[in-house]
């Protein structure tokens, strides 16, 4: 049943498939026995944080102070075989280890990678990070979250919203801004004034946590700065981690979809024969099978290129556009070829097409990706 068309196993080294054997594993036996109920009820699971601790899952590619420093094309692996399991549980590994360790370990102090790294890649603290506001998302530099000098302290009032793992966090990676433009806080969430409220009623990525974050005059020392990030440069050098991640990951749920739909049309009878049978089933698994096989060449070039220092912004906008567009068009085909069956939980398509409409959106929307290859291609900016 593989969908590996073009031998693309020969271009991994044995210890990216040590990895993705290792990881595939874990999601075999953790994740998809127990996904659709987590996803039913809405529930994180908190308890395979410690296990994916124990895997070096957490801050995965981050070198020192208790990471596993691994490489980047390895962290990718890791992220599609977690994304196979769910987007949402993917998405743990990305805020955990590319937005808020990667900020900490970028811009922070010694101090500050110290306490919080070691810490979080042993799964005992969690991290969020709050960038995207209720009314500032694709444009963040509108930001209206405020840090002011008050003597030696910070003091930060404002509003976030679509946080990750907030409200179980013990760490939170806020931006703000200032007189100076905008800069990053560590904030301790036990610090009065920082509320995480979970977003409820979702369609997408129930087995994950969103939040709501209010700060209400969150007094912070001086050393809660990160001292190495200023202005959207910081925040954004966290963006394209998690964004490399997502290139792979999206490839996770396509493949996923990809082989339950391959799985279901050779068992479902119709006509006297089975689906797989019929021209246009084998169509459509053609089609699929070729996109995630371009989709993984995509991202395997993107990870050499970062492993080799040479990847440039852009680049990343290319796999995330791509690789998101695809992966929701196999899923949402997955789910027509199972039929009325393909609405239920008993099937992954359908989870993984809803989870994908917000791994589509956050990061950088089509758009944003799209205007980002056309000033590169052009070299006009058309944001505005």
């Not at 749920?253 to 050779?266: C, G, K, M, V």
Request: charged share 20%; glycine share 10%; proline share 4%.
């Amino acid at each position: 049943m593989t969908v590996d068309l073009l031998s693309i196993d020969s271009l991994l080294s044995p210890e990216e498939v040590a990895v993705r054997s290792s990881v595939r594993s874990f999601v075999d036996a953790e994740i998809k026995p127990n996904i659709a109920d987590w996803y039913d009820r809405a529930v994180f699971p908190l308890e395979i944080v410690p296990k994916m601790a124990s895997l070096g899952l957490l801050g995965m590619h981050i070198k020192g102070y208790g990471c596993p420093g691994r490489s980047s094309v390895e962290y990718g692996i890791a992220a599609l075989e977690l994304e196979a399991g769910d987007s949402g549980l993917r998405t743990f590994v990305s805020v955990q280890g590319s937005l808020a360790m990667s900020a900490i370990a970028k811009h922070g102090s010694e101090e500050q990678k110290t306490e919080w790294l070691p810490q979080m890649a042993a799964g005992t603290a969690i991290g969020c990070f709050g960038l995207t506001e209720p009314s500032s998302g694709s444009d963040p530099g509108s930001m209206t979250t405020f840090a002011r000098k008050d003597g030696s302290d910070w003091v930060i009032s404002g509003a976030k919203r679509w946080i990750g793992l907030a409200s179980v966090a013990q760490v939170a990676i806020i931006w703000a801004m200032t007189d100076d433009g905008v800069r990053g806080f560590v904030v301790p969430t036990d610090t009065p004034g920082f509320v995480a409220t979970p977003i409820a009623q979702k369609l997408s990525m129930r087995a994950s946590i969103q939040c709501d974050i209010t700060l209400t005059d969150v007094r912070l020392p001086s050393s809660a700065m990160l001292p190495d990030a200023k202005g959207l440069r910081g925040p954004f050098s966290c963006l394209n981690e998690a964004r490399y991640g997502i290139i792979w990951g999206a490839m996770g749920a396509a493949r996923d979809s990809y082989e339950a739909a391959l799985s279901y049309s050779q068992e479902r009878m119709q006509f006297g024969k089975p689906l797989s049978g019929y021209q246009l089933t084998q169509e459509k698994l053609v089609n699929m099978a070729l996109e995630i096989n371009k989709g993984m060449l995509l991202a395997l070039q993107i990870g050499r290129l970062k492993d080799a220092g040479t990847l440039e912004p852009y680049q990343i906008s290319v796999g995330k556009l791509n690789n998101c567009r695809e992966a929701i068009a196999i899923c949402r085909d997955a789910r027509a070829m199972l039929g009325g069956n393909g609405i239920t939980l008993d099937y992954s398509p359908l989870r993984h097409a809803n989870n994908l409409e917000s791994v589509r959106t956050y990061e950088g929307t089509d758009e944003v990706h799209t205007l980002i290859l056309g000033n590169h291609i052009t070299g006009v900016a058309a944001f505005r």
